[in-house]
């Protein structure tokens, strides 16, 4: 009966019989999987942008600096200003497990950091500028397209150089120039200038991203005299520990060191990025369901509406019905017919509308694209729907048509022959 030719004939016959009627009550359906397509996409296009961003760093890293004391405790007055030292960085090596690396970090300008004035022949510009070690490129991705990163010999050494962002590249130096080599000032130091990195930011943040600058930290720790202070440490966590318990354990440690009350909550500051990046993951997969509910109730509105065409339908073929029931037409035969038709009309306006959704997707993704790199939006990327979606938006719009078929199919079946061939 599933590949019977008359049956799918008289099938679509039936549709076109009231072509108004049919358009009408398809609109519902087509515009319930179209809003769930473009909802679906476009919070994935937001989500990407998000993740994207997180996912530049290492989601396994903790950030730890000193504050201000809010608590009296062993004598000391509250107010008190905690530093964080090299010494504190083999503290917590030594003391805490679970740490994979700890990377200790200055920035000219204080944690956030402050532009300084940088300076290339004519061309004076303010970049970023911070400490590092070697191992800074475990805690960011990003890619050294000309020379290299800070290595060991540059912190041993002390050495002049550093490493500067594409953006400063382009700003300080011509387009068909080799920055490798050359002398940059900082303040009044030249530094040589050892590579070049580019990270894969985009949007709005992309240009600051790529308009810092990075010199060893010892170096850092000569030229602007910070001695064996730090501004904040990174702390990568190994995958076998949970990053919320290091966290808590380093921040104990470093209290009982520091002679901070243990309750005193100001005394140092944290971001633990695992612990954000899953509120994120939450909050996206909140508005993923959100969006599953509105589309699905949206499509199963349209449904109705089928149903109820599929009622009207039953009841002006009560008497071709009830002629087929008197020549030896089954119940099921009667129910597959109609079900079938509800199912038939569900699935081509719905296929309409997801076809309609991924060409919105696909316009509003080559409009992103084309967008001057570092210009775009940075909270939304290309939006797109992946294969799993789509096919369970179809297993869903195939029930859908299924349930809107079975109270018309049920009410056919209920037809009496002697009383519908007595129907006008």
């Known amino acids: 009966m599933l590949f019977d030719v008359d049956h799918w004939q008289e099938v679509f016959q039936s549709l076109r019989r009231n072509r108004l009627r049919t358009i009408l009550t398809a609109c519902g359906v087509f515009w319930g999987v179209f809003m769930l397509v473009v909802m679906l996409g476009f919070a ?20 730890i600096w000193g504050e201000r004391t809010s608590k009296p405790y062993a004598g000391q007055q509250p107010g008190r200003e905690v530093p964080i030292t090299e010494e504190d960085v083999e503290f917590l090596k030594a003391r805490v497990s679970g740490i994979r690396a700890v990377v200790p970090r200055n920035m000219l300008g204080g944690r956030f950091g402050a532009g300084t004035a940088v300076t290339r022949k004519d061309k004076t510009e303010s970049f ?26 540059d912190i041993a050494e002390r050495r002049k150089v550093a ?14 120039e080799n920055p490798i080599g050359q002398n940059i000032r900082i303040g ?7 590579g070049v990195y580019r990270s894969p930011v985009v949007g709005g943040r992309a240009d600051w991203v790529n308009g810092r600058i990075f010199i060893p930290r010892t170096t850092f720790a000569r030229t602007f005299n910070t001695g064996n202070r730090i501004g904040h440490m ?5 995958p076998d520990r949970s990053s919320a318990e290091v966290e808590q354990e380093v921040r104990a440690a470093l209290k009982a060191r520091h002679r901070v009350h243990p309750d005193d909550p100001r005394a140092f500051g944290s971001f633990n990025r695992d612990k954000e990046s899953r509120k994120i993951k939450n909050l996206f997969l ?26 009207i339908t039953v009841a002006e073929r009560t008497r071709e019905i009830g002629i087929r029931k008197a020549i030896g037409a089954t119940p099921l035969s009667i129910m597959v017919q109609i079900v079938k038709e509800a199912v038939v009309l569900t699935a081509l306006s719905g296929y309409l509308g997801l076809v309609a959704g991924v060409g919105v997707l696909e316009i509003a993704g080559r409009i992103v694209d084309s967008m001057p790199k570092g210009q775009g939006p940075s909270f939304f990327s290309r939006p797109e729907i992946d294969l799993g979606r789509a096919v369970l938006a179809a297993v869903v719009l195939t029930v859908a048509g299924a349930l809107a078929g079975l109270a ?12 519908a061939l007595a129907h006008e």
């Open 408 to 419: 018309p199919a049920r009410s056919a079946v209920a037809v009496r022959p002697v009383e």
């Open 44 to 63: 994935r296009g937001l989500e990407n942008a998000v993740m994207k961003d997180f996912g530049n760093w290492a989601p396994n890293a903790i950030f």
């Open 188 to 194: 009044r130091i030249d530094f040589v200038v050892a």
């Open 234 to 238: 990174a702390i990568l966590v190994a």
């Open 286 to 311: 909140g508005i993923s369901g959100l969006t599953w509910i509105v589309g699905v109730l949206t499509m199963f509105a349209g449904a109705i509406g089928v149903s109820n065409i599929m009622m």
């Open 163 to 176: 490493v500067i962002g594409d953006r400063v590249r382009e700003v300080l130096f011509a387009s068909n």
């Open 128 to 153: 970023s500028l911070s400490g590092e070690l070697p191992e800074y490129l475990q805690l960011e991705q990003m890619d050294i397209t000309r020379g290299r990163f800070i290595d060991a010999w």
